[in-house]
């Protein structure tokens, strides 16, 4: 007999009606009222598959209902008290709450945990009526009887033959073809769970551990909906950073609750491990899929009066932000967003999620003779500043730029010792480029063999190549101006757009993000503020400043920030990149990111780049604005998230 004959069969059988129109679907309806679905009355998705089918699909859904009356009777018989001490008691009192499952755990082509994943085999048969709900990635749950709860993800969905049949023939192929719709009875669907955790009650509080137990065949799963219970089982902690709200292949998972969400937090505090600020956040995406919406959303949370963290001294200090601003976007951050209304405010609160415009922002303006910054769009205090030029007594690769070779670049460093040594700290840039004027100085370094008169013009050469204004220009000195840099609690952004040449943008970045880090890293900090307040560094489009290259500047910065990167646990530093082209940061410092949130990105090489797993990689390119991935290993597994819709400060005109 083949799936066809019997789909003929039961169709004539159920109704009279002509045998072309009504399909398989029809004849479960018209046959279910005497049939045994009766029983299940509030189970309609169930109706069509327990009544005419095949033993085996008989046997599942006998499996559930059996288990629920059996349930039914231990409680009423066994025991009238109902003494709780009986796990198989406990077992009947959820399975009443759990009929609108979406499918059993099936055993026919195996059921198996084991500690390797490919040989684990976990599927669920899946009831008719639940088929169209049910999507890859959706987070399920499957009881255990003594209470304990699989916590599984559907990882693959399969339309398996319910008979043996062959539907590659002509005959099945031909009237398939005449007929609008496909019998769901007729196939078996079945899905693919891959456990993720066992979450369990330890004492009240709800705890998750390793899959350490194979679930019961015939056990009900349902789809996950206790937002406590999903964030146990994939680890989100309960309190941290917002950074956006669970979803499954674009959409958000939906629980009973109010509200519906589950929110993603990154944890944040020293009990569970370390705040993972200091252990640095990267957020990628391609153009204009919501990099600086998704970050100010972010940095807002960090602003937060109530957000303080832990000194070696013991005191509790507030985050410091510097944000280096290339497309004059984030001084916005002092400015509420006029499209968060009361309604949505109180929503936000509700989830203790911080918004509005932070006061207490200070654009702190680079400043060059041949360019002024506009300022438009915020209200910002704004403050200009300067690089005096003492900054490279300590870092001359600032004006080595890329263009020095390693012989050059030792006789920069050479120039560089004598000059400071001569003029101390107060020693400016043109004092410098004039001392170079000097044939007498050149003869000497020639004559004593320390640097070659060829090395000497081509240093000196270089140096004169610095744009000038960049230091020592009519405004503070950056180094005087430390306690408006960073400010406990406060937002300093550094705008650049402004600046005409990306070699001035450069060397104002580069000059003001080694100071911190420098004094954040030194023993011997030339200011103690920079040094005793917890601070976030954020960089946008960090992949002009951070790329790999071969030229000494490169490496210095690139060590600078590897080291950076590596001690920011301990001295309270973290920091932000942002970038469209990930692929260009370079791998010593990508190693040291330990939060990577990626939104839509297209190119290939951006995508592998970023080295999420490939479940996640692969949703990449198709997620629109605002949706994003997040992984990071020790905060949670890794998760698919929709970010705010509005921005919770100014975004934009
Ligand atoms: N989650 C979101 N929901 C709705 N709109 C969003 C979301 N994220 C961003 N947008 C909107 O999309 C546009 C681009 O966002 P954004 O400026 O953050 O992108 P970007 O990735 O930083 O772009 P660029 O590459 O130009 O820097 C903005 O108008 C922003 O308001
Ligand atoms: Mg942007």
């Known amino acids: 007999m083949t799936l066809e004959d019997f789909t003929e069969f039961s169709a004539d059988d159920a109704d009279a009606a002509d045998g072309e129109s009504s399909d398989a679907a029809d004849s479960a309806d018209a046959a279910d009222p005497p049939g045994t679905g009766g029983q299940t009355a509030g189970d309609g998705a169930h109706g069509g598959t327990p009544t005419g089918d095949a033993p085996a699909d008989v046997t599942a859904g006998s499996d559930a209902t059996g288990n629920a009356t059996a349930d039914g009777d231990a409680t009423t018989d066994g025991d009238a008290t109902g ?14 709450g759990e009929d609108d499952g979406l499918g059993v755990v099936s055993v026919s082509q195996g059921l198996r945990v084991a500690e390797e994943a490919e040989e684990t085999t976990l599927r669920a048969f899946v009831t008719t009526g639940n088929r169209e709900s049910v999507r890859l990635g959706k987070y399920l749950i499957v009881p255990y009887p003594d209470g304990e709860r699989l916590f599984c993800r559907i990882t693959g969905l399969e339309y398996a033959q319910e008979f043996r049949s062959d539907d590659a023939t002509e005959i099945h192929a031909r009237r398939q073809m005449r007929r609008e719709e496909f019998s769901e009875r007729d196939y078996k669907f079945v899905a693919d769970l891959e456990p993720m955790s066992v979450v369990y009650d330890d004492g009240g509080d709800r705890k998750r551990r390793m899959t350490d137990r194979v679930p019961k065949p015939g056990a009900v799963v349902e789809e996950a909906a206790d937002a406590a219970e999903i964030k146990t089982g994939l680890k989100i902690p309960e309190d941290g950073v917002f950074l956006g709200h669970l979803s499954v292949g674009g959409e958000t998972v939906e629980t009973a609750a109010s509200p519906p969400t589950v929110d993603y937090r990154l944890n944040d505090d020293y009990a569970d491990g370390d705040p993972l600020v200091f252990r640095h956040t990267l957020v990628a995406g391609g153009t204009g899929s919501g990099k600086t919406h998704a970050a100010k959303n972010v940095l807002r949370q960090y602003l937060d009066p109530d957000r303080t963290y832990e000194m070696d001294d013991g005191r509790e200090a507030r985050m410091a932000v ?19 209304d ?25 400043t060059t003779p041949n360019a002024t910054y506009p300022g438009e769009g915020h209200r910002a205090e704004r403050v200009a500043f300067t690089i005096p030029f003492s900054l490279v007594r300590d870092r001359p690769w600032l004006v080595a730029g890329s263009s020095l070779n390693d012989n050059q670049y030792a006789g920069l460093v050479t120039l560089l010792k004598r000059f400071f040594r001569d003029y101390g700290d107060g020693g400016t840039y043109d004092q410098f480029v004039t001392s170079l004027d000097d044939p007498a100085l050149k003869e000497e370094l020639h004559e004593s063999g320390r ?144 939060t990577t949130i990626v939104l839509n990105l297209g190119d290939e090489d951006a995508i592998s780049s970023v080295n999420i797993p490939t479940t996640l990689a692969g949703k990449v390119p198709y997620m629109e604005k605002g949706q994003m991935v997040v992984y990071s290993p020790d905060n949670s597994e890794p998760v698919e998230l929709i970010g705010l819709p509005r921005c919770l400060t100014r975004h934009g005109s």
């Open 451 to 594: 640097i070659h008169e060829a090395t000497f013009d081509a240093v000196k050469r270089r140096v004169r190549a610095v744009p000038g204004g960049v230091f020592d220009g009519d405004a503070r000195p950056i180094t005087d101006l430390d306690h408006t840099l960073v400010r406990p609690g406060g937002l300093t952004v550094i705008p650049t757009y402004h600046l005409p040449t990306s070699r001035q943008k450069e060397m104002f970045v580069l000059a003001v993000s080694s100071y911190l880090i420098d004094d954040k890293l030194s023993n011997d900090p030339t200011s103690d503020r920079i040094k005793e307040t917890p601070l976030l560094v954020g960089m946008d489009e960090a992949h002009n400043f951070l790329a790999d290259a071969d030229n000494v500047q490169a490496r210095k910065v690139i060590g600078k920030f590897t080291e950076a990167a590596k001690q920011g646990r301990k001295e309270r530093l973290g920091l932000f990149l942002i970038t469209q082209d990930p692929q260009d940061i370079a791998e010593p410092v990508f190693k040291q990111i330990n």
């Open 83 to 96: 003494d709780e001490s009986s796990p198989f008691e406990r077992y009947a009192v959820e399975a009443t």
């Open 322 to 340: 510097v944000q280096f601003d290339p497309q004059d976007e984030y001084a916005q951050m002092h400015d509420d967003n006029p499209s968060i």
């Open 342 to 366: 009361d309604a949505y405010a109180r929503r936000l609160e509700r989830e203790g999620i911080a918004h509005g415009g932070h006061d207490d922002t200070v654009a702190l303006v680079p």
